[in-house]
């Protein structure tokens, strides 16, 4: 199981766009159009699936809203930032 990151580890190593909502990291992503927004959430499925770690997203027009926790840590680990990071590359 994953250690639980600090307060002060957790805000020095939050990616650039994601904020701290209690036990989770979350960041939206915004789109010109449903289908971009459909292609990234596609293409984060797949790097969720490589990482073995499942985030929460939620899909609108012009929207993907992405939330991390690692559940079996009971809050924020490597695993949310290092997976934060991940999705941030595929964005750009």
Do not use: Q
């Amino acid at each position: 199981m994953a250690d639980l990151l600090s307060d002060e580890e957790i805000s020095d190593r939050l990616p650039a766009g994601w904020d701290r909502e209690d036990d989770e990291i979350v960041r939206s992503y915004d789109f010109d159009a449903y289908l971009d927004a459909s292609g990234f959430l596609a293409a984060a499925a797949g790097v969720a699936e490589d990482a073995w770690h499942h985030p929460e997203m939620t899909i609108s027009w012009g929207e993907v809203e992405v939330r991390l926790t690692t559940h079996d840590a009971g809050g924020i680990t490597d695993n949310d930032i290092d997976m934060a990071e991940r999705l941030n590359g595929i964005y750009e």
